[in-house]
């Protein structure tokens, strides 16, 4: 695995070079940055369930790990955002525009190679970035009025987060020749997976402290984002004293200081937490059971181990 990781790192760094000076130090300013490469991770274990060396599978790594940097650069556009991976983001370094144009090309470059990939490949990758779309656009508007909010965040969750993990996996058994009944298995797992690192992502961002994490707690609430905990909080889930205060707070703007203090110590203190944490077990559960009908290979405890992982880490 870290030979292959060091020959996606390879390709990465080649893919994103241009003769333009502006648009190659631009591209490469967030895989330079460093990242977990949490993709390419899962495209090159899920290809251990047929031929781990098939000539597809680093490009397939890169592809993946391509689309997701493009997706970032436009994120950090709309949310206005100064800093990425700790660095300055690439719209505050340069311009709304250079960076915009930059995830542009990144998207380009993933296409480029996933042509060399076959129909198949370039179809499973087209359907998923209309997922990526469809979840960024819903999450921006919201939920209609006489839909579930929770029913939407889930959805918006699916295909903004959980659609590229799912084709990682896709990805990965598909081109190194794994069964069928292999590749849908590991496709759903992953989507699975995707969907529960960001639940898991939710409860850490109000669960853990600073040191623990490296982010600041409270984010979501501070910037008015209802995630799935504040989703239970909204439903009437629990019925303390401070439930209606919560409520309340939930409509304001958090952005004051001690109202987002005092909702963060009452969020953390509602049962919507532990609500929060069965659903993140139950969704880790759902993809372990999966897993554990492909054959019994090490791929196989790795994936499961990332199962308990997502489950750990929220403590």
């Not at 333009?20 to 490469?28: F, M, N, R, T, V």
């Not at 405890?301 to 880490?313: I, N």
Request: glycine letters at 6%.
């Amino acid at each position: 695995m870290q030979d292959r990781l060091t020959a996606v790192e390879s390709l990465l760094l080649d893919s994103v070079h241009s003769d333009d000076p502006l648009l190659s130090q631009a591209s490469k300013h967030l895989v330079e940055a460093g990242g977990k490469r949490f993709r390419p991770m899962l495209v090159l274990l899920a290809s251990h369930f047929g031929e781990p060396a098939a000539a597809g599978v680093v490009p397939a790594a890169v592809v993946v790990e391509l689309t997701h940097l493009a997706t970032l650069y436009h994120d950090d556009v709309m949310d206005e955002a100064t800093v990425r991976r700790g660095e300055p983001s690439a719209n505050s370094r340069w311009t709304n525009t250079v960076a915009i144009l930059t995830g542009d090309y990144l998207f380009a470059r993933a296409s480029d190679l996933l042509a060399d990939l076959g129909p198949e490949a370039v179809r499973i990758q087209a359907r998923a970035f209309a997922r990526l779309v469809r979840g960024q656009i819903q999450e921006t508007v919201g939920p209609a009025a006489e839909a579930d909010p929770l029913k939407h965040y889930l959805q918006v969750v699916a295909d903004k987060t959980a659609s590229l993990i799912a084709v990682s996996g896709q990805f990965g058994a598909l081109l190194a020749g794994a069964a069928p009944h292999v590749v849908d298995t590991v496709t759903s797992a992953c989507e699975k997976i995707g969907v529960a690192f960001q639940l898991s992502d939710d409860i850490l961002d109000i669960a853990s402290e600073a040191e623990q994490s490296g982010k600041t707690p409270g984010t979501d609430l501070r910037e008015g984002i209802r995630t799935l905990p504040m989703h239970h909080v909204l439903a009437g889930i629990g019925s303390g004293a401070g439930d209606a205060r919560l409520r309340a707070l939930l409509d304001e703007d958090l952005t004051d200081d001690a109202l987002h203090a005092e909702a963060l110590e009452l969020l953390r203190a509602h049962p919507a937490m532990d609500r929060a944490r069965a659903d993140l077990r139950r969704w880790a559960e759902d993809a372990r059971a999966e897993l554990l009908t492909l054959p019994d290979i090490p791929a196989r405890a790795a994936f499961t181990g990332l199962c308990d992982y997502v489950v750990s880490r929220t403590g």
